[in-house]
């Protein structure tokens, strides 16, 4: 099969690039350092919020 010109590494999950990832399994992702993993991938506008948010609420207890 030819390539489409993009390098992937072995097992990279952007193979795919029509998998929509929720907020929890993104939320997952980030506390396990693997959202490079799944470069490519999708997440709609709520979810995007609803992480930003958390990610924003996280930072002001540790600085609390």
Not at 18 to 46: H, N, Q
């Amino acid at each position: 099969m030819k390539s489409r010109g993009r390098s992937q590494k072995r097992g990279s999950h952007s193979e795919n690039p029509r998998i929509l990832i929720d907020t929890s399994v993104l939320i997952e992702l980030y506390k396990v350092k693997r959202l490079e993993d799944y470069a490519g991938s999708a997440i709609s506008m709520v979810t995007l919020f609803e992480f930003v948010r958390g990610i924003r609420s996280e930072r002001k207890r540790v600085v609390s």
